[in-house]
């Protein structure tokens, strides 16, 4: 079986699966299939939830709006993605949605929104970014999707911070300007953080608090200023390609 069948419809469901079971699609679910996707009875599908692999489906029509589907067999073991979390300053809604969905096809395993000091938007719409995280992981193939944290202050983030893992923080001040270089003193395949602030910077003071830390490991993200969408974008392809399962 090939790592993912890109002429196969893939959809995310929350029910446990396993040979037999039928599971009743969401009145969106049953829009997308059969009005989107044009479906009709006895299509097949692949189906996935995170945790039990990936399945072969069919569709069974029950009128012109609903529909079930009936879980045949599976055809991929479930596996994790590398432990790495983004933590970012929220965005404006486009440039979000688009950090968002690279992050998940990236294999981010946690998305983690951290209010700054410059942070511009103050709320977050977690509920549209698991939206985007699940269409993005519906469409690169995936077989799991980010989870999705409450926005945090920054020092609340460093005051409770999870042993063992090292937190990435990108800042254009950083001592040393090849984050490839830098990157490589860390342990392949060991749980990582990464944090991407806000288009206006970390403050004086954020970035001293930032350093004072043991498990902060400051990088460079090169010689340009870019957006954050792009910094996450390109720190976590860093990150993959130098201590992550790009290796």
Same mark, same amino acid.
């Given at each position: ?12 469901? /929350?029910?446990?699966? &396993?040979? #037999? ?11 997308? +299939?059969?009005? !989107? %996707? ?96 699940? /269409?993005?992981?519906? &469409?690169? #193939? ?11 202050? +920054?020092?609340? !983030? %460093? ?89």
């Amino acid at each position: 079986m090939p790592i993912h069948d890109i002429s196969a419809q893939r959809l995310f469901v /929350e029910s446990p699966l &396993q040979a #037999g079971a039928s599971i009743t699609c969401s009145k969106d679910q049953a829009h997308y +299939l059969l009005n !989107v %996707l044009r479906a009709h009875d006895g299509d097949t599908l692949l189906v996935f939830n995170g945790h039990d692999g990936e399945w072969r489906a069919t569709i069974q029509v029950a009128g012109k709006r609903a529909c079930c589907i009936m879980v045949q067999e599976q055809v991929r073991g479930q596996h994790a993605g590398p432990d790495i979390h983004l933590l970012f300053a929220p965005l404006k809604r486009a440039r979000l949605d688009y950090m968002v969905q690279k992050a998940t096809e990236l294999g981010v395993a946690r998305l983690r929104p951290v209010l700054t000091q410059h942070t511009v938007p103050d709320r977050v719409n977690t509920e549209r970014m698991r939206a985007n995280v699940i /269409e993005a992981a519906e &469409q690169c #193939g995936i077989l799991y999707v980010p989870d999705i944290s409450d926005p945090v202050r +920054l020092g609340k !983030v %460093l005051q409770d911070w999870e042993t063992g893992r090292t937190l990435i923080f990108c800042d254009e001040g950083a001592a040393i300007s090849n984050p490839v270089a830098s990157l490589s003193t860390l342990e392949s395949q060991s749980p990582v953080a990464i944090l991407i602030g806000p288009e206006g910077g970390f403050s004086c003071d954020e970035r001293a608090q930032l350093n004072s830390h043991a498990f902060v490991h400051t990088i460079s993200l090169g010689p340009r200023v870019i957006r954050a969408d792009t910094a996450a974008t390109a720190a976590l392809a860093l990150i993959n390609a130098t201590i992550g399962d790009w290796r």
